[in-house]
Structures are given as C-alpha cells and as structure tokens.
C-alpha cells in the first residue's frame, strides 16, 4: 500500500486505515521534516441503503500520534440542510450519532463536518444516502362510488435513488383492521431497474395497468362494490427490513324507498351510506339541486349512513364531505309521477274503497240471511219436537 516518489520525495498510501495515523519522518541527509498524519474513518449503517422511517446510525472514529482532540459534529442532508442527530455519545475516539426517522425525501450526498480548534481541523466528509420509500401520504384515504372504476397507485422513489435490485414487496387487502390479509400480487425489481408484478389472487376482480409510470405500483377496480372497500397496504422489503404504505379505500352508494316515480302527495326515503367509517373532520349531506335550505341534511359525527324523507321530486345528490371540501358526490333523480298516474292511483283508491263498501255490504246482508235461515230451521226443529212429544193416539172400534 506505500509507494515513494524519489524525485518528489513523496510517499503515497492507499487504501488509509486508523491504524496508519501517527508521525512520519522524512530524513535527506543531514535534513529531516517530520508529518503528522491525523485520521477519521465515517461508518454508516446498512452501508447507507435504508428504507423509510428508519434510523440510521453514523460512527466516526479517529486516531492520532497527540492526544485525540474534542470534534465537533454537524450533518447537513442532500438538500444542505441542517440535520439533529436524535441522540449522540461520543469518547475521545468514538463519535456515534443516531437520527431520526428517514423519509423518501432524505436521499442524496450527506455531509459531516468535523471541527477541531486545537488542533486545527476542519474537514467535510460525504457519504451517500439512499431511502427507498414511497411518496404517498403517510395515510391516504381515497373515496369512489359504486359501480365506479378506482385505481389506486403507490409511487417508489426507486428510479430517482437509481436503486436498481435487491428488494421485493406486496400488495394485500383485506376488509378491516382486524380481518385476514388476501394477496394481490407481488413484484420485485429485475437488474434494469424494473418492476416485475406478479397477480396472487384469483378471486378477486382486479387489474394490473400495463401502461402506468415507472416505479410505481398500481391497481385498478373496475366497477367497485361496498364490499371491495377496505384497506390495501403495499409492503416493501429489503434484507428483511419492510416498510408499507396504505390506502383507505371507502365506497359509498345511494338507494330510495320506494323505488319509482313520486306521486303527489306521497313520500319517499333516500338513503346514502358508505362502506367504511369516516375521519372526524368528514360527513354526509343530502341536499337537493336548486333547492331551498330545507332541502338539507347533513349526517352527524361517525355516521356511515344519511336518510331523508323527501315529498318533492327532482336531482338530489349525496356528498362527502371532509374539511369543507367535496370528496364525492353522487346523484339519484326522483321523477315525478304523470297526472295520469296521479288519477289512476285516485280512481284505484276510490274504486278500491267503492269495492270494499260493496262487498261489506254483501257480507252484511249474507249475513242477515244467514241468520233468518238459522232462526227459520230452529223453530220447525222446536215444532217437530212438540208434536212428538204430545202426539195422540185413534183406536178403531
């Protein structure tokens, strides 16, 4: 690892260890220059490749022929921005500095700065940092109607980090919290750099785009249901490390009864209800299409489901709304019943009350006759049986 330069009177060292720090000497004759060679060695956990939300760990070592000085350390990210270590212990030799949860954003060349006032040292040392992650929301929620087409999509920073193979990842879902996991598909990165998905699940309908940005993986539901809502979690690993990434999906769908046009005077129940429950800060509101304020209502906290009993005809639509902002919105137009429906209905009503009365008519006079025959027969019974109590008897002479 040494090489000497004769005519430079130059020593050249490669591959420097902590253990090559000390005083060199350089005798020419009757001259001789003495160097201190003074040495840091920058370790980083994982060898700088990390997933999102974990803690990576910097050790600094240093050794010198004086005594070891006190450094003073300062990070800056790939955006040169300062950086706080979450904790940090130090010895005259060692220097580790934990910090905080990396986010997909935190990828780039890293900068230590180590300063010294006696002796005097300042030097900037780099290192690379790759986060692999997702640049979704933290927790995304995502609403759709029924019978809509939903595609829902988690973007990687794979392509902008250049990480190129080495991880692997899923896609499940499953209808709550507490509910069994169902795969949809895995994928993992070839070594160009692409993704390569594979589709788990045969008994669930969806799709797979062919046509979808790079590094991100992406689903789509044709014609969704109350019962495809739920939560869909994306989950990358690395050396067994895994981070995940999920999307609230919530359905919602709207229903009258009864069903049909609304005749005058009548009433009729809409109902909207959505699949799963909502955030604080979200609701539902019926309201009516160039309507009055009457023709409001709005759900109260933690419903998944507004009725309203309406006697007028026209667009009625059902909104979700969260932090004053209209998610979703979904219409049911109730159409009014023709006049001549009107007076069916009426002529319906007044001959089926016309009937009623004539067949309670009937069944009163039936009665009545019924009841004279009944009292007729009783009385010839009661004639009969005196005759043959009191009969005579004609003897012939």
């Not at 020419?28 to 060679?37: C, D, M, R």
């Not at 067994?240 to 009864?257: D, F, T, W």
């Not at 049909?260 to 959505?274: D, E, F, I």
């Amino acid at each position: 690892r040494y090489d000497i330069k004769m005519e430079h009177k130059q020593l050249k060292v490669w591959d420097l260890k902590l253990s090559d720090a000390g005083i060199y000497t350089c005798k020419y004759g009757s001259h001789e220059v003495h160097t201190s060679l003074h040495l840091f060695n920058l370790t980083i956990s994982s060898d700088g490749h990390f997933l999102q939300n974990e803690v990576p760990e910097l050790i600094l070592m240093q050794n010198s022929s004086s005594p070891l000085p006190d450094l003073s350390i300062t990070l800056f990210n790939g955006n040169n921005n300062r950086v706080t270590p979450e904790l940090q212990s130090e010895t005259r030799q060692k220097y580790t500095v934990n910090l905080k949860k990396l986010e997909a954003t935190d990828s780039g060349t890293w900068v230590c700065q180590v300063r010294s006032d006696s002796p005097l040292i300042n030097q900037n040392i780099s290192f690379a940092v790759k986060v692999l992650g997702f640049q979704n929301p933290d927790l995304e929620r995502k609403y759709a109607t029924v019978d809509s087409t939903v595609i829902l999509s988690w973007h990687l920073n794979s392509q902008q980090i250049k990480w190129k193979e080495g991880f692997t990842g899923k896609l499940n879902w499953k209808q709550q919290e507490s509910a069994t996991a169902h795969e949809l598909l895995d994928f993992n990165v070839t070594a160009q750099g692409q993704l390569h998905e594979t589709r788990k699940s045969s008994n669930f309908l969806f799709e797979i785009p062919e046509r979808k940005p790079e590094s991100t993986i992406e689903v789509r539901l044709p014609k969704v249901h109350l019962n495809h809502s739920g939560q869909y979690q994306c989950q990358l690993e690395y050396q067994g490390r895994h981070v995940q990434s999920k999307i609230e999906l919530v359905v919602m769908k709207v229903s009258a009864n009864p069903v049909g046009p609304l005749s005058r005077g009548a009433n009729m129940t809409l109902t909207c209800q959505v699949s799963g429950p909502l955030p604080p800060n979200a609701y539902l509101r019926w309201e009516r299409v160039n309507g009055t304020k009457m023709d409001v209502k709005d759900s109260k906290q933690h419903e998944v489901k507004l009725e309203v009993n309406i006697s007028a005809a026209g667009l009625w639509s059902c909104h979700l709304i969260e932090d004053n902002d209209r998610k979703i919105s979904l219409h049911y137009h109730v159409e009014e019943a023709p006049a001549w429906i009107n007076y069916v209905i009426i002529g319906a009503s007044v001959g089926g009350s016309l009937l009623v009365f004539v067949l309670g008519c009937l069944c009163i006079i039936s009665g009545i006759s019924w009841q004279r025959r009944r009292q007729r027969a009783k009385r010839m019974t009661q004639a009969r049986q005196y005759l043959l109590e009191n009969k005579t008897c004609q003897c012939q002479q």
